[in-house]
C-alpha cells in the first residue's frame, strides 16, 4: 500500500498563491501516476490535476487550468501543485491520490491510494 502524506495547505487572501506537495512512500512512486482533488464543505470531491509517469502529461479542471501547475520530482517521490491567482471558491480539503498506472486519469475511481488531505481557505 501506497501511503501519501500532504502539506502546504492554510489560509491566504484571494489572488495569492499555495503550493501544495505531497509525499509518497515506496520505490515505485516513479511509475505511479498521480492526481489531485479537492473537497468542499457540502459538495462532491472533484477532480483538480493528474500527471502522468514521467510528468509529460497533465490534465486540469476547466476551473483551474491557466492558474493550477502539477509537477513531480521521481528522485523524491513528490507531486506538487502550484496554485496561483487562488479564488475564495478554491477554498477546499485537497487530497493527493495515486494511480498504480502510469497515464494520467481524470476519474476518482482510477485512483487506488489517497492521502488525508490539507486544507485550504482563500478569503476574499
Known amino acids: 500500500q501506497v501511503q501519501l502524506v500532504e502539506s502546504g495547505g492554510g489560509l491566504v487572501q484571494g489572488g495569492g498563491s499555495l503550493r501544495l506537495s505531497c509525499v509518497a512512500s515506496g520505490r515505485t512512486f516513479s511509475i505511479f501516476a498521480m492526481a489531485w482533488f479537492r473537497q468542499a464543505p457540502g459538495k462532491e470531491r472533484e477532480f483538480v490535476a493528474t500527471?502522468?509517469?514521467?510528468?509529460?502529461?497533465?490534465f486540469f479542471a476547466d476551473s483551474v487550468k491557466g492558474r493550477f501547475t502539477i509537477s513531480r520530482d521521481n528522485a523524491k517521490n513528490t507531486v506538487y501543485l502550484q496554485m496561483n491567482s487562488l479564488k475564495p471558491e478554491d477554498s477546499a480539503v485537497y487530497y493527493c491520490a495515486a494511480r498504480r498506472l502510469g497515464s494520467a486519469s481524470t476519474r476518482y475511481e482510477a485512483y487506488s491510494d489517497w492521502g488525508q488531505g490539507t486544507q485550504v481557505t482563500v478569503s476574499s
Open positions: 500527471i502522468n509517469w514521467s510528468g509529460e502529461s497533465t
